[in-house]
């Protein structure tokens, strides 16, 4: 019964996760955000403070049961091995039969120290790279969500060819090809130790399993083994995909136990079950340690923590003339963003204007897919507060409409030689029609020909005048402002006082 009402969860928050993840048409109501809310890393970054006590409280209680049903990257590796027992069961091939494995608490607790001392460093790659939550949106937003895309603009053919318009086309062109490559190494990678190896990802590597485990050594309620009735038949042992439970010896450990409950079906004397107790200390045996699997294994972290500075170092791009990358509305700035972000792509799946991108370089090694605003395909859409509604990280603040209307995400440059209207004397002007806060405005230039002058002070950074810019190199560009300041007001009559303490102004 409790499998049962596990997997249903597990179920229900894997599927709307993953489509809220999907859903480019909002045909999820904004409640679902809740979903994203409730992950352990971005309640952290964010001081989420209800979340955290009750994700704690669900920890020392019941054990790891947010691995097993809250954490999406946990749910997709039991998809995975769901998927590896259909398959063997259809091909009549032997079932894989776990066996218990000794902790690598070493290497579990150095991931954890890494993450640690590179984030307060300033350095929140390594922490973005293998927090479960983030890796997992990354996986669906650059790998899932083009091919999701591509199949809804398929069924729109379909279905427009006998005049029927449910569907229409959207954009399923990748974000970008290095989150592409990232996203695409991280399904095939933690998706080959899930068919082969089950929870040994969440067991050696994540420091979200690693931290919640300590506490699921002192939950309340736990896999227990009733030592007058357990004859150590292994039944047990083999269907333990954390590799926690030694039959011999008849215990368990704890700190890798993400409470599937398999163990519970898989016994014939009822001699395992999940009950209440205070903790007890049992003292284990040492044994050695399997060097050749840790040395893999720390190989494995080496190398996804080094290929972003592998391909960094040989572009050339992070270079002292590039210009200042924006960053979102509500993000307050560069070392802001940097501070919470653990770049799970969320902001830019649900961007409507899709400006939002996963950066390579504008950010510097440590920024390596964060959000940053790019106008090639678009703008920032004046009324537009979706990014700040959706970060669950606090790296995106909430931001109101009016608030939006203040926020200077950077400022407009205009470049006279450039432009066509001055520099071949046609008549233009794309630039001061799309600005929505008269930053650019036409001015006489000669006899009836305009030119334009811009007003940095009212810019708010929108994008608008460089996406409708017809010439090649930008005449009019927005450089992004490090820190986010106040935009004034473009009509005397329209200025309002706004509380904008908590933004940085």
């Given at each position: 019964?409790?499998?049962?009402?596990?997997?249903?969860?597990?179920?229900?928050v894997f599927?709307?996760?993953?489509?809220?993840?999907?859903?480019?048409?909002?045909?999820?109501?904004?409640?679902?955000?809740?979903?994203?809310?409730?992950?352990?890393?971005?309640?952290?970054?964010?001081?989420?403070?209800?979340w955290?006590?009750?994700?704690?409280a669900?920890?020392?209680?019941?054990?790891?049961?947010y691995?097993?049903a809250?954490c999406?990257?946990?749910?997709?590796?039991?998809?995975?091995?769901?998927?590896?027992?259909?398959?063997?069961?259809?091909?009549?091939?032997?079932?894989?039969?776990?066996?218990?494995?000794?902790?690598?608490?070493?290497?579990?607790?150095?991931?954890?120290?890494?993450?640690?001392?590179?984030?307060?460093?300033?350095?929140?790659?390594?922490?973005?790279?293998?927090?479960?939550?983030?890796?997992?949106g990354?996986?669906?937003?650059?790998?899932?969500?083009?091919?999701?895309?591509?199949?809804?603009?398929?069924?729109?053919?379909?279905?427009?060819?006998?005049?029927?318009?449910?569907?229409?086309?959207?954009?399923?062109?990748?974000?970008?090809l290095?989150?592409?490559?990232?996203?695409?190494?991280?399904?095939?990678?933690?998706?080959?130790?899930?068919?082969?190896?089950?929870?040994?990802?969440?067991?050696?590597?994540?420091?979200?399993?690693?931290?919640?485990g300590?506490?699921?050594?002192?939950?309340?309620?736990?896999?227990?083994?009733?030592?007058?009735?357990?004859?150590?038949?292994?039944?047990?042992?083999?269907?333990?995909?954390?590799?926690?439970?030694?039959?011999?010896?008849?215990?368990?450990?704890?700190?890798?136990?993400?409470?599937?409950?398999?163990?519970?079906d898989?016994?014939?004397?009822?001699?395992?079950?999940?009950?209440?107790?205070?903790?007890?200390?049992?003292?284990?045996?040492?044994?050695?340690v399997?060097?050749?699997?840790?040395?893999?294994?720390?190989?494995?972290?080496?190398?996804?923590?080094?290929?972003?500075?592998?391909?960094?170092?040989?572009?050339?791009?992070n270079?002292?003339?590039?210009?200042?990358?924006?960053?979102?509305?509500?993000?307050?700035?560069i070392?802001?963003?940097?501070?919470?972000?653990?770049?799970?792509?969320?902001?830019?799946?649900?961007?409507?204007a899709?400006?939002?991108?996963?950066?390579?370089?504008?950010?510097?090694?440590?920024?390596?897919?964060?959000?940053?605003?790019?106008?090639?395909n678009?703008?920032c859409?004046?009324?537009?507060?979706?990014?700040?509604?959706?970060?669950?990280?606090?790296?995106?603040?909430?931001?109101?409409?009016?608030?939006?209307?203040?926020t200077?995400?950077?400022?407009?440059?205009?470049?006279?030689?450039?432009?066509?209207?001055f520099?071949?004397?046609?008549?233009?002007?794309?630039?001061?029609?799309?600005?929505?806060?008269?930053?650019?405005t036409?001015?006489?230039?000669?006899?009836?020909?305009?030119?334009?002058?811009?007003?940095?002070?009212?810019?708010?950074?929108c994008?608008?005048?460089?996406?409708?810019?017809?010439?090649?190199?930008?005449?009019?560009?927005?450089?992004?402002?490090?820190?986010?300041?106040?935009a004034?007001?473009?009509?005397?009559?329209?200025?309002?006082?706004?509380?904008?303490?908590?933004?940085?102004?």
């Amino acid at each position: 019964m409790l499998k049962k009402v596990r997997v249903g969860i597990a179920v229900l928050v894997f599927a709307f996760i993953t489509i809220y993840f999907l859903d480019f048409a909002e045909l999820l109501p904004a409640q679902f955000n809740y979903l994203t809310r409730i992950q352990f890393v971005p309640a952290l970054l964010s001081l989420s403070a209800v979340w955290l006590i009750i994700l704690i409280a669900l920890a020392l209680l019941f054990g790891r049961v947010y691995c097993s049903a809250i954490c999406p990257l946990g749910i997709f590796q039991d998809v995975i091995g769901r998927i590896n027992l259909f398959f063997r069961k259809k091909t009549k091939k032997k079932k894989i039969r776990y066996r218990y494995r000794k902790a690598r608490n070493i290497l579990r607790w150095s991931v954890v120290a890494m993450v640690l001392v590179s984030f307060l460093a300033g350095f929140p790659l390594l922490l973005g790279l293998i927090d479960p939550y983030s890796a997992y949106g990354r996986m669906v937003v650059s790998v899932f969500r083009p091919v999701y895309i591509a199949g809804n603009n398929f069924l729109e053919t379909i279905f427009t060819s006998f005049s029927n318009y449910t569907f229409y086309k959207a954009d399923a062109s990748i974000v970008s090809l290095f989150a592409f490559i990232v996203g695409l190494l991280t399904f095939f990678a933690i998706g080959y130790f899930a068919w082969k190896h089950g929870r040994t990802y969440c067991n050696t590597v994540c420091p979200v399993g690693t931290l919640l485990g300590f506490l699921g050594k002192f939950s309340l309620f736990k896999i227990r083994i009733d030592h007058n009735v357990c004859n150590s038949c292994s039944l047990c042992e083999t269907s333990c995909k954390a590799f926690c439970i030694d039959s011999k010896a008849q215990k368990i450990d704890y700190s890798r136990c993400v409470a599937c409950f398999n163990c519970l079906d898989s016994c014939s004397k009822n001699a395992i079950s999940f009950s209440y107790g205070l903790p007890k200390k049992n003292k284990v045996k040492t044994e050695k340690v399997d060097e050749g699997k840790r040395r893999f294994l720390t190989a494995s972290l080496g190398s996804i923590v080094a290929l972003p500075a592998a391909v960094a170092a040989g572009t050339g791009l992070n270079n002292a003339d590039q210009r200042t990358p924006i960053t979102p509305p509500g993000s307050k700035g560069i070392e802001h963003l940097m501070d919470h972000c653990t770049s799970c792509h969320l902001c830019i799946s649900k961007c409507p204007a899709n400006i939002l991108k996963p950066a390579f370089t504008e950010y510097g090694l440590a920024g390596i897919m964060m959000p940053t605003m790019v106008f090639k395909n678009g703008f920032c859409n004046y009324d537009c507060t979706v990014c700040s509604e959706v970060c669950p990280n606090g790296a995106i603040q909430p931001l109101t409409v009016d608030e939006k209307h203040l926020t200077q995400v950077g400022k407009i440059i205009l470049n006279l030689d450039h432009c066509i209207a001055f520099r071949d004397e046609t008549h233009c002007g794309a630039c001061a029609e799309h600005c929505p806060t008269q930053a650019v405005t036409m001015i006489p230039h000669k006899g009836a020909l305009t030119i334009p002058e811009t007003d940095q002070s009212i810019c708010i950074g929108c994008g608008g005048c460089e996406y409708i810019c017809p010439e090649t190199g930008k005449a009019i560009y927005i450089e992004g402002n490090a820190v986010h300041q106040k935009a004034e007001m473009f009509k005397e009559a329209e200025k309002k006082e706004f509380d904008f303490d908590g933004f940085g102004f």
